[in-house]
């Protein structure tokens, strides 16, 4: 089952035998698998570089699947949820789809099923990750400008021409297409819809 080396499948669960079926279930296709008895647990051993899935069941003493869900998305944890439910339960688990959750698989459920969900919030995982770090480098390319040449890049990707741009700057046209140029280096960028698309990245509009 293809995966990154760094993505772990982690399951919540205060059932031990749900927790030792998974596990047995997970590693027979090779994918890494870390369990936890209780909301708690996996909070007190959370790290935000953590990266993967987590299995949850949305009714545990203690603190719930949903409560444990809620807390998660306060720290702005990022890694994907596939809710765990009993049949009685599958109210809560529409709350948890609701709550950001990707998906949720009642119990007992099908091994193939549960193993092709898994799979999904593993993509998802690894998507969002590439996201972030993309987010990080274009972040870093665009420190590099100079403050003039970000105050052109605002006005370029505003659709803005150079004679309008030099105009409001109170420069000249061709000191307008020495920044863009130096812009486009800076940027690495190789046309000027691939420059837009990086300053969407950075959050620049």
Request: glycine share 4%.
């Amino acid at each position: 089952m293809p995966h990154s080396v760094n993505q772990t499948i982690y399951v919540v669960d205060d059932d031990q035998a749900v927790r030792e079926s998974l596990c047995w279930l997970l590693e027979s296709v090779d994918l890494p698998v870390v369990t936890y008895a209780s909301a708690q647990e996996f909070l007190a051993n959370y790290n935000p570089e953590m990266g993967g899935c987590l299995i949850l069941d949305v009714r545990m003493p203690g603190m719930s699947g949903l409560e444990l869900q809620n807390k998660l998305a306060e720290i702005e944890c990022t890694l994907p949820i596939l809710i765990v439910t009993g049949h009685g339960d599958v109210p809560m688990a529409v709350r948890a789809l609701k709550n950001g959750a990707v998906d949720f698989i009642e119990k007992p459920f099908n091994d193939q099923k549960l193993l092709e969900r898994i799979q999904h919030c593993l993509d998802q995982d690894r998507a969002q990750r590439e996201a972030r770090s993309m987010q990080r480098i274009m972040q870093a390319r665009y420190e590099q400008l100079t403050p003039r040449e970000q105050e052109v890049l605002v006005r370029v990707v505003a659709g803005k021409l150079n004679k309008v741009i030099a105009t409001e700057l109170g420069i000249s046209s061709k000191t307008v297409e020495a920044h863009r140029a130096n812009i486009m280096e800076k940027m690495h960028a190789s046309s000027l819809a691939e420059l837009v698309t990086m300053c969407v990245t950075v959050g620049l509009r």
